[in-house]
């Protein structure tokens, strides 16, 4: 019911007024609270925003990861969403190490490794 009723209806229109498509590339989630971010790469990224917001809301979807936690403790909706960079498949290991790196978000955020795996 939260997912329906309170989650999704935000998501659809973050997603609409972002612009995120359901193409590959690389994304960025920040915090509004303390301005440390995520960076993540998906071959759709659409598709990997909303499976996010439903690890946070309980819905198991992907990976329990760290920034779950947090964006459930601050509320999803102090948190920004936005794609960075669409690109072809075989660049996405390459793009999230470059992206991790610029906004160190490996060590001032919730990324837990340099990037490029899985």
Not at 18 to 25: D, H, L, Q, T
Not at 28 to 33: A, E, F, G, V
Not at 63 to 78: L, P, S
Not at 83 to 110: D, Q, V, W
């Amino acid at each position: 019911m939260v997912w329906a009723e309170y989650v999704k209806p935000y998501l659809d229109e973050t997603i609409k007024r972002v612009g995120i498509k359901a193409e590959p590339g690389i994304y960025k989630l920040t915090s509004l609270i303390d301005g440390k971010c995520y960076i993540g790469k998906s071959t759709n990224i659409k598709k990997r925003i909303a499976d996010h917001m439903k690890s946070v809301v309980g819905i198991s979807t992907i990976a329990d990861q760290a920034v779950h936690h947090v964006i459930a403790r601050e509320g999803y909706w102090n948190w920004t969403i936005e794609p960075i960079i669409y690109c072809e498949k075989e660049r996405l290991n390459e793009l999230e190490k470059y992206y991790i790196n610029f906004f160190k978000s490996n060590s001032f955020g919730y990324n837990l490794t340099k990037g490029g795996e899985g």
